[in-house]
C-alpha cells in the first residue's frame, strides 16, 4: 500500500500575500517548492503526497498544478474556487479536465462570519461538487465546529474533510469537552473525514512532548475509527515545530499499537480512497 502524505504546501514567499507568515516563523520565511520536499519524502518512506492551496486565487491553482504536472511523487491538487460565485459550475467543469485537481478549500478559520459555509451562496458552491467528483477540505477552529455539521449534515454524499483536527488548543493543554463533542457530533456525519495534521502548529512549537498530542489524537481515532482518519504533514508549516521526521515520530508512535490493516489504512489507505489518488 502507498504510503500518502495528504497535507502538504508549496509556495514562492511573498511577505504582502504571505503575511500570515510572521517574524516568529522566520523559519518558513522563504520558498518552498518540490524539489525541497521530494528527497524529505523519501527519507520518509512517503510515496506521494496532496498538494493544498494556501491563497485562495485561480493564479494559486494555475501554479500548484503545474508543480504536479512536473512532479509524479504529487498525486493531488486541493485547489480554491469561489463557491458563491453564480459561475461557479463552469470553473468546476474546467478543473474537472486535470486529473491530479482533487478537490477544493476556502480558509474558513479567517472569516469574519463564522458561519460563512452555511451561507445559501456558499452551499450552493458545496452542492455541486459531488457532480464533478471532487472533495472539500474543511479549515476551521473549534468555534466553528457546529456549522461543519449542519454542512456535512445537509450533503450526506458530499466527502469532506477536517483539516488538522479543527486546531485545539494544544499549547495550553486545553482539552476542552466542548472540542470532544464537536468533534463526536461532527464524525456522526460518515461523510466527513479528518486530517491528523497541524498538530505542532497549534502546540508550544519549542517544547511540545508526545504525550501532549495523545488526548486529542485518543478523540479523533475514537471519533472517526481507523478508516476516517488521514495522515498529513502539513510540511513545510510543521517546521516551526521540527523537521520533518520529528513531526511523524509522534503518530508513528501513536499508531504503533494498532493493526497493520489500521496503519495502512492511516499512512496512505484513506487518503487514496479519498481523493481518488
Same mark, same amino acid.
Given at each position: ?43 520518509? =518512506?512517503?510515496? *506521494?503526497? &496532496?498538494?493544498? !492551496?494556501?491563497?485562495?486565487? @485561480? #493564479? ?15 498525486? =493531488?491538487?486541493? *485547489?480554491? &474556487?469561489?463557491? !458563491?460565485?453564480?459561475?461557479? @459550475? #463552469? ?18 478559520? *479567517? ?167
Amino acid at each position: 500500500m502507498a504510503r500518502i502524505d495528504a497535507h502538504q504546501h508549496f509556495w514562492k514567499f511573498d511577505p504582502v500575500r504571505d503575511s500570515w507568515i510572521n517574524n516568529d516563523m522566520m523559519v518558513i520565511q522563504r520558498d518552498f517548492l518540490p524539489a525541497d520536499l521530494e528527497p524529505v519524502l523519501q527519507a520518509a =518512506g512517503i510515496d *506521494g503526497c &496532496v498538494l493544498v !492551496q494556501v491563497d485562495q486565487s @485561480e #493564479e494559486e491553482n494555475k501554479f500548484q498544478l503545474g508543480n504536479a504536472a512536473q512532479y509524479s511523487f504529487i498525486k =493531488g491538487v486541493v *485547489g480554491w &474556487v469561489d463557491l !458563491q460565485d453564480p459561475h461557479v @459550475e #463552469e470553473k468546476l467543469a474546467y478543473y474537472k479536465a486535470f486529473p491530479k485537481m482533487k478537490g477544493f478549500r476556502h480558509i474558513l478559520q *479567517g472569516e469574519p462570519n463564522r458561519a460563512l459555509m452555511l451561507k445559501p451562496a456558499f452551499k450552493n458552491g458545496i452542492g455541486l461538487l459531488k457532480k464533478y467528483g471532487f472533495t472539500y477540505d474543511i479549515l476551521i477552529f473549534p468555534d466553528q465546529l457546529g456549522y461543519t455539521q449542519d454542512l456535512a449534515a445537509a450533503y450526506p454524499n458530499q466527502p469532506f474533510v477536517v483539516d488538522h483536527l479543527a486546531k485545539p488548543n494544544i499549547k495550553d493543554r486545553k482539552l476542552t469537552a466542548e472540542w470532544k463533542a464537536a468533534i463526536r457530533n461532527v464524525a456522526a456525519c460518515e461523510n466527513v473525514m479528518c486530517k491528523i495534521s497541524g498538530m505542532v502548529t497549534e502546540a508550544d512549537w519549542k517544547h511540545w512532548k508526545p504525550e501532549d498530542f495523545k488526548p486529542y489524537l485518543d478523540t479523533v481515532v475514537e471519533a472517526f475509527g481507523p478508516r476516517r482518519i488521514l495522515y498529513g504533514s502539513d510540511w513545510p508549516v510543521c517546521l516551526l515545530g521540527g523537521s520533518y521526521q520529528e513531526v511523524m515520530q509522534i503518530v508513528l508512535d501513536y499508531f504503533s499499537t494498532h493493526s497493520a490493516d489500521e496503519q495502512e489504512a492511516f499512512f496512505g489507505g484513506n487518503a487514496l480512497r479519498f481523493y481518488n489518488l
